[in-house]
């Protein structure tokens, strides 16, 4: 009797031993995996601290962005910014993406639900060939729960990769509304107060003698280098950004100026400032040596250095203009 | 730099100012302020004396009459025989005309080739309203409704555009009905513009006159006929706003620079009513409205700032924008944007620096420094703090650009194809203006200046460069050419046993050079007659082409289709197509449309585009919902129309 009370109450203890480890550990399970999701959590908000973006490799990846536990959404940008590679579009993409990052990072919203992340293609090839991707820059986001959808995908051709489009593609995919925070372009102000105080310190070194304000050449010189600068077309070149020149590939010959006259070379402008003011200068000599007193046989072959200046110039001029305007029948001593 | 540091540089001999009002100040020097004509102020220049080889010495006139024997008078033709006076204004008069049936016939190419039709797209719209005031007069023009565009929505005519193309045109359609010269509409529409280009010869012609003399007015209005730039668009049956903006422009400008000269209230109030021209007849007006003020600080900031621009700058700014405010569309525009700021802040600043002046003539030196100096720094402060809280809040001027064809930038060959020898002409008449600075003269150099940035940034501006232009160019050609005419050895009656000192440049050299500025002169014609048949003379509503064997191919198809849907469909019918031929097809077919060149609102534009990109099922839908009856395509098939 004894011996079965015995054995009973060992078989009593082991039993309840053994139901306790077994009950115990789904909900020791339950806590490590809450601590190793707390891990992650706590890592990532680590790095995004240092960092807004994250810089992450194929493991990193697998880790963080795809594996379970996760309770947080990740924007992850796929991009390819090494040099070598001559994304531009990726260079760009970045910027706008740093610019949401920044912008989250520092709203009054700030969460652990949402992370921004980046995979450069030299340091994580994988990543791009687990997710069947081959171009670049490219956007996609991984929901805390469930697999990316095709809605999980940004769609860059058709939005453009502005700051503005990306907080609201986040927005429609995960309810989190980031305001978009440029920060402030100083250069230009910069620059601004650089020439003001420039001009407020020549000012004021030559505060005793501002005749030169007052003289009438030297505005006058300023008004014809505008007139020459506008006549030969720099708005155009502001505007449009033409090349100097063209080199023909086949020939190798180099064109300064271009053949049609929708459009026009930097060089073939600068050209084009040396003849006007060159014809310029042939008139205004001759009206000078007309009315300056001064030895009058010298007058009289300026008189004809500036006709020949005139003309010459002025065929030139015309010359070239031929060449872009087909169909032109005028011309005047060149060809 | 205080106003007394300045001052101690001036020469003591001469008062420090002229008084604004001259019968307050009877005891000042007398020889002072009689700047009733024009700023000579013997001895007294505020502005260093410039250095000698800046200004332009007229050498001193050869007595030019030639004492001829009355046989040798009678036996000369008819217009030798009259007195110098005579032959000139003879000489002026013939130019002149020449001039103006020059610009008036060089426009005409098109009809000769084509027809007298209306051109393009946006004149149908201002011939249609024409015709409506013609019809309903002016006070259902000015209050109409139009229910026939932008289906269903409607436009508001009366109050969205310049009325003045319209207005001018009626007046004289009902002038000359009333002489009994029967001329139709469209035909008063067609020809308009070249009848005003040959008034614009005219008015350039006193308004060069003004700023420097006769011969270099009767060169720019010579030029101003033929300038490619100006013809663009005015062409005719290009009946559109530029037509006469440009005539009422260069009035404005006459106008002001006579009054500026003479300082007199009958040529400010003139002004203002040219200028009150201008605002009915274009929105470029804004351009004038910013040049003025900018004359008017150019002149207080060289120190010309005399009772003669107070006067004339109060008339024309007060009386000008009270009646710009007149028309519907410019509305309350003068005294909110930020656009005409400008001007009114010129205009303060015009009544304070004449109070000062009248002060400093007033008080003694001491008191009116220290008055100076405390109301300096009150008023600088507010204006700082004005000028803050003006910035903060956004209101300042913006450029809006749009990404039209003609909103491009200039290429150089643009210029050089519009304006030929007068792209360097230009900077020879600018030199000139320097030479010789005048009150009138800065107003042209900044003109100048400022028409050129703008030519340079938007194709369409070329044509507010072509007027100064032509005006400087006149200048320079004009100098140049006196100056050696004088040197050529024309009377051979008189002998000539001395060679001058001043005239040294002898016969052949100076008849070379004249001759080779014709040669220009002609080659500039030649330039000008070419590119105005080639490339502006175009209706583009009417197409030609060469046939295999030569033959000339007309394809009337636009207004064959529109003549289609006025004579066989109902009167209530819709049409839709795309916005461009909107305008056509209301004047034209006189049927509804959906969309037109107005372009007002975009979401119906891009209604239209939806029905017309999406599969046939989905844009039925959208046609029933839009009361659609008739749908317009253009197809070019054989012909390769450019827009296939």
């Given at each position: ?128 060939s687990t997710l069947k991707l081959n171009s670049a820059p490219s956007f996609m986001h991984f929901p805390g729960k469930g697999k990316p959808k095709k809605g999980d995908t940004f769609d860059i051709q058709r939005t453009g990769f502005a700051a ?172 | ?225 033929a300038v490619p730039g100006y013809i663009s668009r005015s062409v005719a049956g290009s009946y559109d706003n530029e037509g006469i903006a440009i005539f009422c422009m260069l009035l404005t400008y006459l106008l002001w620079i006579k009054a500026v ?384």
């Open positions: 009797m004894a011996d079965c009370r015995k054995i009973f109450s060992t078989f009593v203890c082991l039993s309840v031993v053994f139901f306790l480890l077994v009950v115990d550990s789904p909900a020791l399970g339950v806590k490590k995996k809450e601590n190793a999701l707390g891990d992650k959590v706590q890592q990532l908000m680590e790095w995004s601290s240092k960092r807004p973006v994250i810089r992450m490799n194929g493991d990193k990846f697998r880790q963080y962005v795809r594996a379970a536990p996760r309770n947080y959404s990740v924007i992850l940008m796929l991009t390819a910014l090494q040099p070598q590679r001559q994304c531009t579009v990726c260079r760009q993409a970045n910027d706008e993406f740093q610019i949401v990052a920044n912008s989250w990072r520092y709203s009054p919203s700030f969460s652990n639900k949402l992370f921004f992340a980046s995979v450069d293609y030299d340091e994580g090839a994988d990543v791009f503005e489009s990306i907080a609201k593609w986040i927005n429609e995919r995960t309810d989190v509304h980031i305001r978009v925070f440029r920060p402030p372009n100083y250069s230009g102000s910069i620059a601004l107060g650089l020439l003001f105080t420039l001009i407020g310190g020549l000012l004021y070194l030559r505060r005793n003698n501002l005749e030169f304000l007052y003289n009438k050449t030297s505005w006058g010189i300023g008004a014809l280098c505008i007139v020459f600068a506008m006549t030969s077309g720099q708005m155009w070149n502001h505007i449009r950004g033409p090349p100097y020149a063209h080199k023909n590939p086949q020939t190798g010959q180099v064109h300064y100026i271009h053949g049609s006259s929708q459009a026009q070379f930097i060089a073939e402008t600068h050209i084009v400032i040396l003849l006007h003011a060159a014809v310029t200068f042939g008139m205004v000599l001759l009206h000078e040596t007309a009315v300056s007193k001064g030895d009058v046989g010298k007058r009289r072959i300026v008189t004809l250095v500036g006709l020949g200046i005139v003309a010459f110039f002025f065929s030139l001029l015309l010359s070239i203009f031929k060449s872009k305007y087909h169909g032109y029948p005028y011309s005047f001593l060149i060809k | 730099m205080t106003v007394s540091g300045l001052q101690g540089k001036l020469s003591s001999t001469c008062p420090k100012t002229c008084p604004i009002l001259p019968n307050l100040q009877k005891s000042k020097s007398k020889a002072c302020c009689k700047r009733k004509t024009e700023n000579k102020h013997p001895g007294c220049d505020r502005r260093p004396p410039a250095s000698a080889n800046t200004t332009y010495q007229d050498p001193p006139p050869k007595s030019r009459t030639i004492k001829m024997s009355t046989a040798v008078r009678g036996k000369l033709p008819w217009p030798l025989k009259m007195s110098y006076d005579k032959q000139d204004t003879l000489l002026k008069l013939f130019v002149l005309s020449i001039a103006a049936v020059l610009s008036f016939s060089t426009r005409l190419f098109s009809v000769l080739r084509f027809e007298s039709v209306i051109h393009e797209f946006d004149p149908y719209f201002n011939y249609r309203t024409t015709w409506f005031l013609t019809e309903e007069g002016f006070y259902s023009f000015h209050n109409w409704f139009d229910d026939r565009a932008w289906y269903p929505l409607g436009r508001i005519i009366g109050g969205t555009i310049y009325p003045g193309l319209m207005v001018t045109s009626a007046t004289l359609y009902h002038v000359l009905h009333f002489f009994n010269i029967t001329i139709d509409i469209r035909n008063v529409c067609v020809f308009l513009a070249p009848l005003f280009s040959s008034l614009t010869t005219l008015v350039t012609y006193h308004l060069t006159k003004e700023l420097k003399d006769v011969s270099s007015g009767l060169v720019a209005a010579a030029m101003i006929a000269k003479t300082g007199s209230l009958f040529w400010g109030a003139m002004c203002a009513l040219a200028y009150f021209y201008m605002v009915s007849s274009w929105g470029g007006y804004v351009f004038l409205i910013n040049l003025i003020p900018l004359h008017v600080l150019a002149l207080m900031a060289t120190g010309r700032f005399s009772h003669r621009i107070y006067v004339a700058y109060s008339a024309v700014y007060s009386l000008g924008t009270l009646l710009s405010m007149q028309i519907s569309f410019v509305g309350f525009q003068p005294v909110q944007s930020s656009e005409h700021m400008a001007a009114l802040g010129v205009f303060g600043l015009c009544q304070i620096h004449s109070f000062i002046d009248y002060l400093r003539a007033k008080l003694s030196k001491e008191y009116f420094e220290i008055l100076f100096r405390t109301m300096a720094l009150f008023v600088g402060t507010a204006v700082t703090g004005v000028g803050a809280v003006l910035m903060a809040s956004g209101s300042i001027l913006q450029l809006r650009c749009l990404n039209v064809s003609e909103h491009q930038p200039t290429t150089w060959s643009s210029f050089y194809c519009d304006l030929q020898m007068l792209v360097f002409m230009f900077p020879v008449g600018l030199y000139y203006c320097f030479c010789r600075l005048t009150d009138a003269n800065i107003f042209i150099v900044i003109y100048g200046i400022t028409s050129i940035y703008f030519a340079g940034v938007m194709v369409r501006l070329m044509l507010v460069l072509a007027p100064v232009m032509c005006i400087l160019s006149g200048i320079g050609v004009s100098g140049i050419l006196s100056t050696y005419m004088k040197n050529l050895d024309i009377s051979k009656v008189q002998k000539k046993t001395k060679k001058t000192e001043n005239y040294p440049i002898k016969n052949e050299v100076a008849s070379v050079v004249i001759m080779m500025m014709s040669l220009f002169l002609i080659t500039y014609t030649f330039h000008c007659t070419w590119v105005t048949s080639e490339a502006y003379s175009s209706p583009s509503i009417v197409l030609s082409a060469r046939g295999g064997d030569g033959s000339r191919i007309i394809f009337d198809d636009f207004r064959e289709a529109y003549y289609w849907l006025r004579h066989n469909t109902p009167e209530d019918a819709k049409v839709m197509s795309w916005w461009d031929y909107g305008y056509q097809i209301t004047a034209m077919a006189n049927r509804t449309i959906l969309v037109d060149n107005n372009t007002w609102n975009n979401t119906h534009i891009s209604r239209v585009g939806q029905a017309m990109a999406s599969s046939e099922e989905h844009a039925y839908e959208i046609m029933r919902e839009l009361d659609v009856n008739y749908v317009l395509v253009i197809f070019g098939g054989l012909t390769g129309y450019s827009s296939d």
